[in-house]
């Protein structure tokens, strides 16, 4: 544990918008797919710092409903470039206890993809260091959307009374079901916003930008981020004087 950080005060659910694959690529002259393919040894080095440190969950916002929009080249890349790591990372989740889930509408991927997610979600099911959460075609507004309807249908059949509709209600609808909300989200590459991601769960979450893209994300930049939440002083609608007395 670097001298800077509080062993005592590392979140337990770690969120990150992995973005600026393409303009890294771009800036050393490569194609997109490049930086998608680099960004592997991030996620991977990240994975391994956030489980050293103590995190519980790391999630990763992998690919958005919207990346539909991309170029078919890059998403074709980006499909098969999911399968292949999944294979290759498969030995190293079992080193490392990690335990792989998914949230989004996963079902609609291409099946080789669904194929080896299932594998390796069902191969890392007893793995109990730490959990990695893809986001794959994942829409935050679509999740709400469907949860909304799970929560009408239940009242409609009468398994769910008006007055029963709550907050944990609610979230047991979410993807995100039996997930922690993120203590703390990071977004790489100089962008400002969250991109339709657990739009939910977001809701008391500290931010943290750094102008780093993700293909150069390191422990140093883990390290950073979590310093910066630990000087945070995290509230929940409190004033300054309650939260240290409840200290």
């Not at 670097?2 to 005060?9: A, E, G």
């Not at 916002?61 to 078919?72: I, K, L, T």
């Not at 590459?189 to 293909?215: C, K, M």
């Amino acid at each position: 544990m670097p001298k800077q950080l509080d062993s005592s005060n590392i979140p337990k659910h770690i969120a990150i918008i992995m973005d600026g694959n393409g303009r890294w690529a771009r800036a050393k002259g490569q194609d997109r797919l490049y930086g998608h393919l680099s960004g592997v040894d991030s996620v991977r080095e990240t994975l391994k710092v956030a489980a050293e440190f103590g995190v519980k969950y790391l999630t990763l916002y992998a690919f958005s409903a919207e990346n539909w929009g991309r170029p078919q080249q890059e998403i074709d890349g980006l499909m098969e470039l999911l399968v292949s790591s999944i294979h290759g990372e498969l030995a190293s989740m079992h080193e490392n206890g990690v335990r792989l889930t998914t949230i989004g509408e996963v079902n609609k991927l291409p099946v080789a993809c669904v194929d080896s997610l299932n594998e390796a979600i069902s191969g890392t099911a007893n793995n109990t260091n730490i959990n990695l959460v893809l986001a794959l075609n994942y829409s935050s507004r679509e999740e709400i959307l469907s949860a909304t309807r799970t929560i009408v249908e239940q009242v409609q059949s009468n398994s769910l009374g008006i007055e029963e509709i709550t907050v944990d209600s609610f979230e047991k609808a979410l993807y995100t079901k039996g997930i922690p909300d993120p203590e703390l989200v990071i977004r790489t590459s100089g962008e400002h916003r969250i991109s339709n991601f657990l739009l939910w769960q977001l809701a008391y979450a500290e931010l943290h930008f750094t102008p780093v893209f993700w293909p150069e994300f390191r422990r140093e930049h883990l390290v950073e981020a979590i310093y910066d939440y630990q000087r945070r002083e995290r509230r929940f609608g409190k004033t300054s004087e309650q939260v240290i007395f409840e200290k």
